[in-house]
């Protein structure tokens, strides 16, 4: 039998469509806030159990268990090929971990209603970021192993994303070096896949003054707040649109009273970058950052949570591959850069090949609409497998 995925095929995805649909409204009844370290014990125990009824025993699992965060599984199901001992590795990403609360689900709203264009929605949290993903992906590999030839798959799923994925992130970055491609099954952009995604910063910069009252004694005081207020404004102007690079002081906080000269004052920014060679310039700048009054004393804690990810020549060739693949299913595939950050931007730092976005086709992330078009998940799921066979 000769591996053939045929545009026709994407009707043989959807004949198992109310599987599909199963498993991810199973899995979003499973609420997975990610502090709440019971429900997300509970939910990766379900996600196991999905993989387990619809991919078997799995070749190799593993556990990476965490005190402080959801603990992150690796599955692996070995390749089979024709033509060598080396099947290729691809290793697709997910989450479990959502940004709502535990109890939201409760008074959600409609999970499954048509909308005024008559199309089915389902909706829910955590369905379009990302359980939806998930399943898509588990679905891909069941399929990809019906071929005759088909890539070694290993499932690297995490509980922390939404917080950053300081427990994971070790875990993806050495998982991902050891893989031929890597897919993020984050949802998509409007259907657009997405290969380009911006490094975050996050600053905090904190001003200690000294307080005096403010009509009695105000050259005593030294102003945390005026000397932050200065630095903002240099901050600003760090900004380089046309390279990418955003600023935006999202948080300001301090004094005590209007009668007070302000003892204390905090800054918290977020800056995006698209070009890595940015954070060298901006860490240069924040550390020439001046302020009129040197009584007050700065300090400037950086967290450059996530590298950029950035659509090197490697993840080029295997965006040529899907896009090879939707051809073959009579459809284009569009591919887009954007702002927010995912796991993907730690693989792109490895120079490993990696796209994201391949997953829900949807919309509402971390918001009360969030949903997804479950007439999309034939071909989500048909495109993956066609690339991969």
């Given at each position: 039998?000769?591996?053939?995925?045929?545009p026709?095929?994407?009707?043989?995805?959807?004949?198992?469509?109310e599987?599909?649909?199963?498993?991810?409204?199973?899995?979003?009844?499973?609420?997975?806030?990610?502090?709440?370290?019971?429900?997300?014990?509970?939910?990766i125990?379900?996600?196991?159990?999905?993989f387990?009824?619809?991919?078997?025993?799995?070749?190799?699992?593993k556990r990476?268990?965490?005190?402080?965060?959801?603990?992150a599984?690796?599955?692996?199901?070995?390749?089979?090929?024709?033509?060598?001992?080396?099947?290729?590795?691809?290793?697709?990403?997910?989450?479990?971990?959502?940004?709502?609360?535990?109890?939201?689900?409760?008074?959600w709203?409609?999970?499954?209603?048509?909308d005024?264009?008559?199309?089915?929605?389902?909706s829910?949290?955590?369905?379009?970021?990302?359980k939806?993903?998930?399943?898509?992906?588990?679905?891909?590999?069941?399929?990809?192993?019906?071929?005759?030839?088909?890539?070694?798959?290993?499932?690297?799923?995490?509980?922390?994303?939404?917080?950053?994925?300081?427990?994971?992130?070790?875990?993806?970055?050495?998982?991902?070096?050891?893989?031929?491609?890597?897919?993020?099954?984050?949802?998509?952009?409007?259907?657009?896949?997405?290969?380009?995604?911006?490094?975050?910063?996050?600053?905090?910069?904190?001003?200690t003054?000294?307080?005096?009252?403010?009509?009695?004694?105000?050259?005593k005081?030294?102003?945390?707040?005026?000397?932050?207020?200065?630095?903002?404004?240099?901050?600003?102007?760090?900004a380089n649109?046309?390279?990418?690079?955003?600023?935006?002081?999202?948080l300001l906080?301090g004094?005590?009273?209007?009668?007070?000269?302000?003892g204390?004052?905090?800054?918290?920014?977020?800056?995006?970058?698209?070009?890595?060679?940015?954070?060298?310039?901006?860490?240069?700048?924040?550390?020439?950052?001046?302020?009129?009054?040197?009584?007050?004393?700065?300090?400037?804690?950086?967290?450059?949570?996530?590298?950029?990810?950035?659509?090197?020549?490697?993840?080029?060739?295997?965006?040529?591959?899907?896009?090879?693949?939707?051809?073959?299913?009579?459809?284009?595939?569009v591919?887009?850069?954007?702002?927010?950050a995912?796991?993907?931007?730690?693989?792109?730092?490895?120079?490993?090949?990696?796209?994201?976005g391949?997953g829900?086709?949807?919309?509402?992330?971390h918001?009360?609409?969030?949903f997804?078009?479950?007439?999309?998940?034939?071909?989500g799921i048909?495109?993956?497998?066609?690339t991969?066979?």
């Open positions: 039998m000769h591996n053939s995925f045929f026709s095929s994407i009707d043989e995805v959807s004949k198992n469509i599987y599909i649909l199963d498993d991810i409204l199973t899995l979003v009844d499973s609420e997975s806030y990610s502090t709440d370290l019971a429900q997300l014990d509970e939910t125990e379900l996600v196991k159990t999905i387990s009824q619809r991919l078997g025993k799995p070749d190799a699992l990476f268990k965490s005190k402080t965060h959801g603990d599984m690796l599955f692996r199901y070995d390749g089979k090929s024709s033509s060598t001992e080396n099947p290729e590795v691809v290793t697709f990403i997910g989450h479990y971990d959502t940004v709502w609360p535990t109890g939201t689900i409760k008074n709203g409609p999970r499954d209603f048509t005024e264009a008559g199309r089915r929605v389902l829910g949290p955590g369905i379009f970021d990302m939806t993903g998930v399943v898509e992906s588990i679905w891909v590999a069941k399929l990809l192993r019906e071929l005759d030839d088909y890539p070694t798959i290993q499932f690297l799923i995490n509980g922390d994303e939404e917080l950053g994925s300081p427990f994971s992130r070790s875990i993806i970055e050495d998982v991902a070096s050891k893989s031929d491609s890597v897919l993020v099954f984050e949802a998509s952009e409007q259907g657009q896949i997405k290969t380009a995604r911006k490094g975050v910063g996050l600053i905090t910069i904190t001003a003054g000294i307080e005096s009252h403010a009509g009695l004694d105000p050259t005081g030294a102003s945390a707040i005026s000397a932050l207020l200065e630095i903002g404004l240099q901050v600003n102007r760090l649109l046309e390279k990418g690079t955003t600023v935006n002081i999202g906080s004094g005590s009273g209007t009668n007070v000269v302000a204390k004052a905090t800054a918290k920014i977020d800056i995006r970058i698209e070009d890595p060679a940015e954070r060298d310039r901006l860490d240069q700048a924040l550390d020439s950052i001046t302020w009129q009054d040197s009584r007050v004393k700065i300090s400037i804690d950086r967290d450059w949570n996530r590298p950029p990810m950035v659509f090197t020549p490697q993840s080029q060739q295997l965006f040529a591959r899907i896009e090879e693949a939707g051809k073959k299913l009579g459809k284009e595939v591919h887009t850069a954007v702002g927010g995912s796991d993907a931007n730690y693989v792109s730092a490895l120079g490993v090949p990696v796209i994201c391949v829900a086709f949807g919309g509402g992330a918001a009360r609409h969030e997804i078009y479950p007439d999309e998940l034939p071909y048909a495109l993956l497998v066609e991969f066979k």
